[in-house]
């Protein structure tokens, strides 16, 4: 599976959008773009998934580059209990492997 | 509810007495996972299961074994623990195959002696 790079960590202030940002620039044309987050320990949570096209759920939206090799997350209105580790993960079409980094720190000020 | 289950919550044992860390899902799901979560080692896979009577190792099974009699529960055996299994361990379960996301429990923590 295609590696994937997230920055440490970003702040952000509650009620505006949270944009996290994800490079995998080696990903292949079968895998799919995979975000999860944890929040304080507890178990990963799943957000959001996409192979090409740009998607949105009731958590999040996900925009997909062209090329597919970056992606963003967006949390359009963060609170305070978004602040949690989010990763982002590829993963390829037939496989069930998450292989988690390091992530992305997200904390939400007020 | 679809949910993963696990038990115990909190565990706190000796090295060398033998445990079993329960997990069960109610969603019908084929495959099923064990992960172990460390400080500054991210969350890593133990052994993951594709369907019933069918198991793999992961990335760090040393110490660990599995079986998957029923569909629904996927128990992680510790025989003879030892201090460097003190860990957060999740389970985690989904379809096979993607676009199926995976739903992981609320963890396991284990502090051996």
């Known amino acids: 599976d295609a590696k994937t790079t997230q920055p440490p960590s970003m702040d952000c202030a509650e009620g505006r959008a949270a944009n996290l940002p994800c490079n995998h620039s080696?990903?292949?044309?079968?895998?799919?773009v995979y975000w999860y987050r944890q929040i304080h320990s507890q178990g990963p949570q799943y957000i959001i998934h996409?192979?090409?096209n740009n998607e949105t759920n009731e958590m999040a939206s996900l925009i997909i580059t062209e090329d597919r090799k970056s992606s963003t997350l967006i949390l359009p209105h963060a609170t305070l209990r978004d602040t949690a580790v989010y990763y982002c993960?590829?993963?390829?079409?037939?496989?069930?492997?998450?292989?988690f980094g390091a992530g992305t720190i997200l904390r939400v000020k007020s | 509810e679809a949910q993963v289950t696990q038990n115990p919550r909190y565990l706190i044992t000796v090295t060398g007495k033998k445990l079993t860390v329960t997990c069960s899902q109610n969603?019908?799901?084929?495959?099923m996972s064990w992960y172990r979560q460390d400080p500054g080692l991210g969350l890593r896979q133990i052994y993951y299961?594709?369907?019933?009577?069918?198991?793999d190792k992961g990335d760090v099974p040393e110490g660990y074994k599995v079986s998957r009699k029923e569909k629904r529960n996927f128990p992680l055996i510790l025989e003879s623990p030892s201090p460097n299994q003190t860990s957060l361990y999740f389970c985690?379960?989904?379809?096979?195959?993607?676009?199926?996301?995976?739903?992981f429990g609320p963890g396991t923590r284990l502090t051996v002696t």
């Open positions: 080696t990903i292949s044309g079968n895998e799919y």
């Open positions: 299961s594709m369907n019933v009577e069918v198991t």
């Open positions: 996409g192979l090409k």
């Open positions: 993960i590829v993963r390829v079409e037939d496989g069930n492997k998450l292989v």
């Open positions: 985690a379960s989904s379809h096979v195959g993607a676009p199926y996301e995976q739903y």
């Open positions: 969603m019908n799901h084929e495959y």
